[in-house]
């Protein structure tokens, strides 16, 4: 199983689901997001896989978020995109893609919906 990882190491939710994905004995493809902004086809990939809507990857808090008129409900899952291709910041990290689903993962326990082996075994 292939899983992708958009990662701030300055987080500490993103920091927690990468320890969590490699305690599940996976190592994940680590995507800094901010030194290596995806692409916008890399976006539309990850959009394809999304089990949440589009507008879910954007990040408001820090980020220039009002001041692009991103709260407008009118926009389009295209032009949210084209935001966070220009400005990275807009990703909500930590978003999580395998080869079935993609979805941003805060609160950190959102990981196992898409990646259940990553859930700790009860005793």
Do not use: W
């Amino acid at each position: 199983m292939s899983v992708t990882l958009y990662h701030n190491p300055a987080c500490g939710t993103s920091r927690n689901v990468l320890a969590m994905i490699r305690a599940a004995g996976i190592e994940p493809v680590v995507v800094e997001y901010l030194k290596t902004p995806p692409t916008r086809a890399e976006l539309d990939g990850l959009a394809a896989r999304l089990v949440v809507p589009v507008r879910d990857l954007l990040r408001v808090r820090g980020t220039p978020y009002a001041e692009l008129g991103l709260d407008d409900p009118a926009l389009t899952d295209g032009q949210i995109l084209d935001a966070i291709a220009a400005h990275p910041v807009l990703l909500n990290r930590p978003v999580v893609m395998t080869d079935q689903a993609a979805r941003p993962c805060r609160p950190k326990e959102i990981l196992f919906e898409i990646l259940p082996q990553a859930r700790p075994a009860t005793p």
